[in-house]
């Protein structure tokens, strides 16, 4: 048997695409569904991997990024995905830990827990306070994504 074929194999790579920047829950739910995982067990599992580089980010983004600055062509680049950070931090920044949540909770593109992470450590957001908010909105991301995987399931 492929390992990618096995209930372990579909887990891992459940876990592993809710890590992706971008795709995050959005992508891992609807996969692990159309690779035969239960709804509720491709949920969890992307869920719990969509939370794991948060910390990692939040510990360590300024840090990466003061090291990318000294690379000339990156730095612009560095600079522009802060400037981005603080716009989607708008609302974060007016209602703090509910605008967190909310940021992380809407499945859209641009949203979730790599972006509130970053928006996160912009803000000054403590961890504390920071991955609760963000582990609320990826449990609402991932209820909404996979009530949206079922129902588009059911209807072929």
């Known amino acids: 048997m492929i390992f990618g074929e096995s209930i372990l194999g579909k887990l891992a790579m459940t876990f592993a695409m809710a890590m992706v920047p971008v795709v995050e829950l959005r992508g891992a739910i ?9 709804p509720a067990v491709a949920a ?3 869920m719990i991997g969509n939370m794991v580089p948060v910390p990692f980010i939040l510990l360590l983004i300024r840090k990466i990024f003061r090291l990318l600055r000294k690379i000339s062509w990156l730095g612009p680049k560095i600079d522009a995905l802060e400037q981005r950070a603080h716009l989607k931090g708008r609302t974060v920044k007016k209602y703090r830990t509910l605008g967190l949540v909310l940021l992380v909770a809407v499945p859209l593109p641009g949203t979730g827990a790599w972006t509130g992470a970053l ?3 912009v803000l000054d957001i403590r961890m504390k306070t920071a991955l609760p908010a963000i ?3 990826v449990i609402i ?3 909404v994504i996979t009530a949206l995987t079922c129902g588009v399931v059911s209807l072929f």
């Open 30 to 38: 609807p996969l692990g569904v159309a690779a035969g995982l239960p």
């Open 135 to 137: 582990a609320v909105g």
């Open 141 to 143: 991301a991932g209820c």
């Open 119 to 121: 928006v996160a450590d």
């Open 44 to 46: 969890v599992t992307a």
